[in-house]
């Protein structure tokens, strides 16, 4: 129950700091999906918290976001 409980919090952090950023960049969904070469409704998944994204697409979406990979997955303090 605790691990579900920690990666559910891990997964909508990321999702807020996708969408924080892309908004940032003043990028729209399909922007940012043609840039890290994944589907739109892929990206709102993400950004609802909704989807797991594997480590090419964390890759992708931080060189797209033009961030480091690092500030996607560390934890909020």
């Known amino acids: 129950m605790q691990y579900h409980s920690a990666y559910k919090k891990t997964i909508n952090q990321l999702a807020k700091k996708v969408k924080y950023r892309r908004v940032e960049l003043e990028m729209s969904q399909q922007e940012l999906a043609y840039q890290a070469q994944i ?7 993400l950004e609802r918290g909704l989807a797991n994204p594997s480590l090419s697409v964390l890759i992708a979406l931080a060189i797209s976001l033009k961030i480091p ?3 996607l997955i560390e ?3």
């Open 39 to 45: 589907d739109r409704t892929y990206v709102s998944q």
């Open 69 to 71: 990979l690092k500030s």
């Open 75 to 77: 934890k909020d303090r």
